[in-house]
């Protein structure tokens, strides 16, 4: 191996890592894309709404996306990092629709060493994905979608590449303002590995809800992460959240998600306790006017660092 490899691979997995999530590679799949999901615990897959940033989250949801609508997004990360993601969505007639994706993470760039920790240069690392979405309409309160992902990853002069695929059922009760879905997220794997250590990509299955109560600006959600990794308890699934509709263009949204704020959980400096800091807990708010449309959401999302998530789409 080339001089210092131990260096770049030994931050490869550092920076791929989520607390206790190095078993799986491509785990910037698991940040949140849409400010709105974010703010309602991270992970959302039944909230049906005029938002492209949500098919980054079920596929179906794509069905209720605005014809000709651009989605551009930008996230606070680890110092250093940049990332973004946009999404472009089309509609084919009165029942489907189709769109692309792109995510994008730098992790900016870092020092390079030896085995005996000599500096002999800098390398960065980045990691790419890119989408292609179908959704359609199977009944008219039931809705399919699919998203087929090409997967890159680069650190220094080694590169790997991945396919997957997303697939995603809602079922949404218009009277009732009620939203159920399923979503079984990056089926997959990879196709070419660094040093030819091959690794899965993050499968996630989720079952979901979304209830506004009659007569009430308020509107609740539920979310079940990894059923197919069903190890820790109930509680560790499952990710919660509220909005507050102020009027039709305006929302509050808080949640909450208790794996997060299980795996984040760290050993004060004292040696009294651990804490979580924070981690789990999440806020966001946005405004959708006829055209334009602006979310934001605030969360946790590695341990030394808090994010903000910006989403701005225009319907042409």
């Not at 680890?78 to 999404?87: D, F, L, N, T, W």
């Not at 005996?116 to 690392?125: C, H, L, Q, T």
């Not at 004292?270 to 979580?276: E, L, Q, T, Y």
């Amino acid at each position: 191996m080339k001089k210092g490899v131990f260096t770049i691979i030994a931050v490869l997995f550092a920076l791929l890592s989520h607390a206790q999530e190095s078993e799986t590679a491509y785990n910037f799949l698991r940040l949140p894309v849409s400010a709105h999901a974010a703010a309602l615990g991270g992970e959302n897959i039944s909230l049906n709404e005029d938002d492209a940033t949500l098919i980054f989250h079920n596929p179906a949801l794509l069905n209720f996306v605005t014809d000709k609508t651009i989605n551009l997004n930008y996230m606070t990360y680890m110092e250093g990092s940049k990332v973004a993601s946009a999404a472009f969505v089309k509609g084919i007639g009165e029942r489907a629709s189709w769109g692309v994706t792109a995510q994008y993470l730098d992790y900016g760039t870092m020092k390079q060493t030896t085995y005996d920790n000599i500096e002999i240069g800098e390398f960065s690392a980045k990691d790419i994905c890119i989408g292609g979405s179908f959704a359609y309409a199977l009944t008219e309160k039931i809705s399919g979608g699919i998203t087929a992902k090409f997967i890159t990853s680069s650190i220094a002069d080694y590169h790997s590449m991945a396919v997957g695929v997303d697939l995603g059922l809602n079922y949404t009760d218009s009277i009732g303002d009620l939203s159920i879905a399923i979503a079984a997220k990056n089926l997959g794997g990879q196709v070419k590995a660094y040093d030819e250590e091959f690794e899965k990509i993050p499968f996630d299955l989720q079952v979901g809800v979304t209830k506004r109560l009659t007569n009430s600006p308020f509107r609740f959600s539920a979310t079940l992460s990894r059923l197919h990794d069903w190890d820790q308890g109930f509680i560790k699934h499952l990710a919660v959240g509220a909005d507050v509709l102020l009027s039709e263009t305006i929302y509050l949204a808080a949640g909450y998600n208790f794996r997060r704020a299980h795996e984040m959980k760290i050993t004060d400096t004292d040696g009294d306790g651990a804490s979580n800091h924070g981690a789990g807990l999440s806020l966001g708010a946005g405004i959708s006017l006829q055209r334009f449309k602006l979310h934001i959401g605030y969360g946790k999302y590695h341990v030394s660092a808090h994010s903000l998530l910006f989403n701005a789409s225009y319907t042409l």
